[in-house]
Nanobody, 120 residues
Framework: QVQLVESGGGLVQPGGSLRLSCAAS????????MAWYRQAPGKQRALVAI???????NYADSVEGRFTISRDNAKNTAYLQMNSLKPEDTAVYYC??????????????WGQGVQVTVSS
């Protein structure tokens, strides 16, 4: 069993910053990619940022230069530093982590989601 616990969401004014965390725990062998997705009302869930175990990153065009994804492999935790937030960043943010599970298979899990609201 694997658990992902997200934290750090909330209400922030335009131009402000938030830092999201996603902590993984449970029975797994290794943590592969860690990613953040978001889903705004009436829209499909979309990739925001992704980071490999070695630290290679990729971002959606809409957040490039404002958001930074990072990870602490010792803590099995991913972070999303969000700066210069805009109202259009308002969404539920989900972390998605690919694990190597017991037996050698890869399996992806989703966090429960955390609300980020950017509004004055």
């Amino acid at each position: 069993q694997v658990q992902l616990v997200e934290s750090g969401g909330g209400l922030v004014q335009p131009g402000g910053s938030l830092r999201l965390s996603c902590a993984a725990s449970g029975n797994f062998v290794n943590v592969y990619t860690m990613a953040w997705y978001r889903q705004a009302p009436g829209k499909q869930r979309a990739l925001v940022a992704i980071i490999t175990r070695r630290g290679s990153t990729n971002y959606a065009d809409s957040v490039e230069g404002r958001f930074t994804i990072s990870r602490d492999n010792a803590k099995n935790t991913a972070y999303l530093q969000m700066n210069s937030l805009k109202p259009e960043d308002t969404a539920v943010y989900y972390c998605n982590v690919v694990f190597e599970v017991v037996g050698g298979d890869s399996k992806a899990y989703w966090g429960q989601g955390v609300q980020v609201t950017v509004s004055s």
